[in-house]
């Protein structure tokens, strides 16, 4: 519906097809209309929907469940294209970011969500490479009307790469207090925007990944996820060179084991790429936590790595949920 704003109150959207899914499936309505109230979808019908109230016609739309990207870094998409996808590093023109104005920020922000809205992905569980870029997803999705769960990477892209690709773990233990006071603004960016732009905003605590944190930072990591309730997201045994660190460390844990140690998984939890997990015995413990494997086609760029889905499946794991059906599956309890 670009350009129209929706109604307030109760009212009616007539538009020339409507997928709808109930207890026979997914299937197609022709010239088919819905009715809204109180910002939910009432009713789905063939049919013209009787009632008073406002009418939007879209005769030329399709209407549909939002999509859920499940792991996104939307202000950093462009600024890394042509560098992603020849597999060379995208580390400058992320940091270049970070010297750019509020407003060029939130401009670079909205040309990139822009892209994941028309793409039909109306909620994004979006972990920003910086805290600045998470301030600015909040400002511009919240303007927009998407849907989002953002927080700031945790250490962010300014210290990201001393610690990532240290020479030795010193470098790691030597981070640990700047990266306490990243995971405390996080977690205040967190509480003063959960259930922001009338509940659409809901931030999470983002981890960059088990080999950038220690006992404690990722131990104040799940306590700050435990008081804003909207879970983690994380970069979960992304490489190989991941699990072996995480091992190192924790006597010989994998990064989920370590993980579900400490109580990572009490609450929501997204994990991306999954690309060297133990399959002996992380596949268990994602499955009993309800953890989400977020599976990302092109991570690493076009012709980067195959990512595991087709095992994740197998192994019963949630993987690559797209379509919100937090509502008993049904179209007419989604939440626009």
């Given at each position: 519906?670009?350009?129209?704003?929706?109604?307030?109150?109760?009212y009616?959207?007539?538009?020339?097809?409507?997928?709808?899914?109930?207890?026979?499936?997914?299937?197609?309505?022709?010239?088919?209309?819905?009715?809204?109230?109180?910002?939910?979808i009432?009713?789905?019908?063939?049919?013209?929907?009787?009632?008073?109230?406002?009418?939007?016609?879209?005769?030329?739309?399709?209407?549909?469940?939002?999509?859920?990207?499940?792991?996104?870094?939307?202000?950093?998409?462009?600024?890394?294209?042509?560098?992603?996808?020849?597999g060379?590093?995208?580390?400058?023109?992320i940091?270049?970011?970070?010297?750019?104005?509020?407003?060029?920020?939130?401009?670079?922000?909205?040309?990139?969500?822009?892209?994941?809205?028309?793409?039909?992905?109306?909620?994004?569980?979006?972990?920003?490479?910086?805290?600045?870029?998470?301030?600015?997803?909040?400002?511009?999705?919240?303007?927009?009307?998407?849907?989002?769960?953002?927080?700031?990477?945790?250490?962010?892209?300014?210290?990201?790469?001393?610690?990532?690709?240290?020479?030795?773990?010193?470098?790691?233990?030597?981070?640990?207090?700047?990266?306490?006071?990243?995971?405390?603004?996080?977690?205040?960016?967190?509480?003063?925007?959960?259930?922001?732009?009338?509940?659409?905003?809901?931030?999470?605590?983002?981890p960059?990944?088990?080999?950038?944190?220690?006992d404690?930072?990722?131990?104040?990591?799940?306590?700050?996820?435990?008081?804003?309730?909207?879970?983690?997201?994380?970069?979960?045994?992304?490489?190989?060179?991941?699990?072996?660190?995480?091992?190192?460390?924790?006597?010989?844990?994998?990064?989920?084991?370590?993980?579900?140690?400490?109580?990572?998984?009490?609450?929501?939890?997204?994990?991306?790429?999954?690309?060297?997990?133990?399959?002996?015995?992380?596949?268990?413990?994602?499955?009993?936590?309800?953890?989400?494997?977020?599976?990302?086609?092109?991570?690493?760029?076009?012709?980067?790595?195959?990512?595991?889905?087709?095992?994740?499946?197998?192994?019963?794991?949630?993987?690559?949920?797209?379509?919100?059906?937090?509502?008993?599956?049904?179209?007419?309890?989604?939440?626009?």
């Amino acid at each position: 519906m670009a350009g129209t704003q929706a109604p307030e109150g109760s009212y009616f959207v007539e538009a020339g097809w409507i997928l709808a899914n109930g207890a026979e499936g997914s299937h197609l309505i022709r010239d088919g209309s819905i009715q809204v109230e109180n910002d939910r979808i009432v009713a789905v019908s063939g049919d013209r929907l009787e009632g008073e109230g406002p009418r939007l016609s879209l005769p030329h739309q399709l209407l549909m469940p939002g999509l859920i990207s499940g792991h996104t870094h939307v202000a950093s998409a462009t600024p890394t294209r042509g560098l992603i996808e020849g597999g060379r590093s995208f580390s400058r023109p992320i940091k270049l970011m970070e010297t750019l104005s509020d407003d060029e920020l939130d401009d670079l922000t909205a040309f990139n969500l822009a892209e994941v809205l028309k793409a039909g992905c109306t909620t994004q569980v979006e972990m920003s490479l910086s805290l600045r870029q998470a301030e600015s997803y909040v400002r511009v999705a919240g303007t927009w009307g998407a849907r989002g769960f953002p927080g700031g990477m945790i250490p962010g892209t300014a210290r990201l790469d001393g610690i990532w690709f240290r020479e030795n773990d010193q470098a790691l233990f030597d981070s640990v207090p700047e990266t306490l006071e990243e995971i405390a603004a996080n977690f205040e960016f967190g509480k003063k925007n959960l259930g922001a732009h009338d509940g659409r905003i809901m931030p999470m605590m983002a981890p960059h990944a088990t080999d950038t944190h220690t006992d404690e930072t990722m131990t104040a990591i799940i306590e700050a996820a435990a008081v804003l309730g909207t879970g983690i997201h994380i970069h979960l045994s992304q490489r190989d060179t991941e699990t072996d660190a995480v091992r190192r460390l924790h006597d010989g844990l994998s990064p989920t084991q370590w993980l579900e140690k400490l109580g990572g998984f009490a609450g929501p939890f997204f994990g991306a790429h999954m690309m060297a997990l133990d399959w002996e015995t992380d596949p268990e413990i994602l499955k009993r936590h309800g953890a989400v494997f977020a599976h990302c086609p092109s991570a690493g760029g076009a012709g980067g790595a195959t990512q595991p889905y087709p095992e994740a499946l197998a192994a019963g794991i949630a993987t690559n949920i797209a379509i919100d059906t937090h509502s008993n599956d049904l179209i007419e309890n989604i939440k626009l």
